[in-house]
C-alpha cells in the first residue's frame, strides 16, 4: 500500500482536480476549479485547495479559501458565495480509510486556521454521509436556509400540473404578454448587472462588483456550464435569471428584475423556460438555490413551483466564542439600511470591497 500524502493544489493540478470532481457521486458545480478562479480573481482571496494521494490516486480533495475582513473577521471557507461545497471522497473509498483521509484534511485545515488566525472554519453543505464524521470532531451544525429540489424526471406535463395554482395562473399571463426571452451574450451581460443592481438596493444588500459576472461568464459559458437569460419587453431587459448547469443538476443562482415590470411576471416565464430547458436536455434535478424562510416572498416564490423542500446545514468549527455572520445581525441590519439608502453608483464602487469581505 503506497503511503499517504496531503498536497496543497496548484493551477498546474486543475485538470486533475476537476477529472477528480466529475467522477465524483456528491460533486456539485462550485466544487469544480473554475468557482475558484472566479472568487479568487474577483476578492483576491488566498486559495487552499486540499487533496489526500496514495501514490498517484486522488483518495480525497477540500476547497477551501481565505476571507478577511476588519469588520467580519477572518475565516476559511468552503465555499464563499455559494450553499454547496466542503471536502470530497472517492467514491469507493472503504470506510476505515475514509477516516483516516478526512482526519488529514482536517489536521491540515486546523493547521492553516491556527498559522491564518482564522476565527472558524465554515463548510457549506458538506456531503450527508460525512456528517456523522465531522460532527465527531468538532464541528457545529448550523441551519440558516432551505432549498427546493424540482425533479425534472417527471416530465413537461406533470410539472406543470405539479405548480400552485397561482404560479400557473401568472404564467399564462406572463406567455401573453409577448415577452421573448433572449440568452445573455457580454452586451446581455451588461443588462443583467444593472438590473442586479437595482435589486440589491431594494434589498439593501451590496452588490458583487461588474467583474465577478464577468469573471464567472468567461469560466462557465464557453465549457457550457452556465445558462443566463434576459426577459425582453418591447426590446427592453426586465428580468434575468442565472443558472449553472453541472452533470444532471441546474443550479439557480440569481434571478432580477425591474420593479415596474413585476406585475408581467417575467420571472415566472423565465423560471419554466429554464425547467423546459432541463426536461429537454435530460437534466434530473433543478435546485431553486438557498433561501431563508424569514424572507417570506422569495421563499413563497419558489416553495410554489412544486419541488421537495430541503433543509441546507452548514457545519462550523471555532476554537473560541465568535458570532457567526447572520443577517439579523445589528451591524448587517444596519448595513442593509445604509445600502438600500445608498446612490446606485456609490454602491456598484464601493459594494464590492464589502461583499467580499462577508463572503456569505
Not at 493551477?11 to 476537476?18: A, G, T
Not at 489536521?107 to 491556527?114: A, F, G, M, N, R
Not at 464567472?216 to 452556465?226: C, M, N, Q, R, S
Not at 435569471?241 to 444532471?248: G, L, Q, S
Amino acid at each position: 500500500m503506497a503511503k499517504l500524502s496531503l498536497v496543497e493544489c496548484a493551477e498546474s493540478d486543475r485538470h486533475l482536480w476537476n477529472e477528480f470532481v466529475t467522477r465524483n457521486h456528491h460533486s456539485h458545480v462550485y466544487h469544480l476549479w473554475e468557482w475558484s478562479d472566479v472568487i479568487c480573481k474577483t476578492y483576491k482571496y488566498k486559495r487552499h485547495y486540499l487533496a489526500v494521494k496514495e501514490g498517484e490516486d486522488i483518495l480525497a480533495v477540500f476547497p477551501c479559501v481565505f476571507v478577511k475582513s476588519l469588520i467580519f473577521g477572518k475565516r476559511l471557507i468552503s465555499l464563499p458565495f455559494v450553499e454547496y461545497a466542503g471536502p470530497m471522497l472517492k467514491n469507493d473509498i472503504a470506510s476505515s480509510k475514509a477516516r483516516l483521509v478526512l482526519a488529514q484534511l482536517l489536521q491540515y485545515t486546523d493547521k492553516w486556521s491556527k498559522i491564518l488566525k482564522a476565527d472558524y472554519v465554515e463548510i457549506r453543505q458538506p456531503p450527508s454521509f460525512l456528517f456523522p464524521l465531522l460532527l465527531s470532531t468538532g464541528f457545529k451544525a448550523l441551519q440558516r436556509h432551505v432549498t427546493f429540489r424540482i425533479d425534472l424526471t417527471k416530465g413537461e406535463s406533470k410539472l406543470w400540473r405539479d405548480l400552485d395554482k397561482k404560479c400557473r395562473n401568472s404564467l399564462r399571463k406572463a406567455i401573453k404578454t409577448g415577452i421573448k426571452i433572449e440568452e445573455v451574450d457580454l452586451n446581455g451581460l451588461e443588462q443583467y448587472y444593472e438590473l442586479y443592481l437595482d435589486v440589491q438596493k431594494r434589498r439593501g444588500s451590496p452588490p458583487h462588483s461588474f467583474n465577478f459576472f464577468r469573471n464567472v461568464y468567461d469560466a462557465f459559458k464557453p465549457p457550457e456550464l452556465l445558462r443566463m437569460t434576459l426577459a425582453m419587453y418591447d426590446n427592453k431587459p426586465i428580468a434575468g435569471v442565472m443558472v449553472f448547469c453541472f452533470e444532471d443538476k441546474l443550479y439557480w443562482f440569481g434571478a432580477v428584475t425591474d420593479r415596474k415590470y413585476a406585475n408581467l411576471n417575467p420571472t415566472n416565464l423565465l423560471l419554466w423556460n429554464t425547467i423546459k430547458f432541463g426536461v429537454e436536455n435530460n437534466f434530473r434535478v433543478f435546485d431553486l438555490g438557498q433561501t431563508r424562510k424569514a424572507d417570506v416572498g422569495i421563499y413563497h416564490f419558489k416553495s410554489s413551483w412544486g419541488g421537495n423542500e430541503t433543509n441546507l446545514e452548514d457545519l462550523v468549527l471555532s476554537s473560541r466564542n465568535v458570532e457567526l455572520p447572520e443577517p439579523s445581525q445589528r451591524k448587517y441590519v444596519f448595513l442593509s439600511k445604509m445600502w438600500s439608502m445608498m446612490p446606485k453608483a456609490l454602491a456598484r464602487r464601493i459594494g464590492p470591497k464589502v461583499i467580499g469581505g462577508i463572503g456569505l
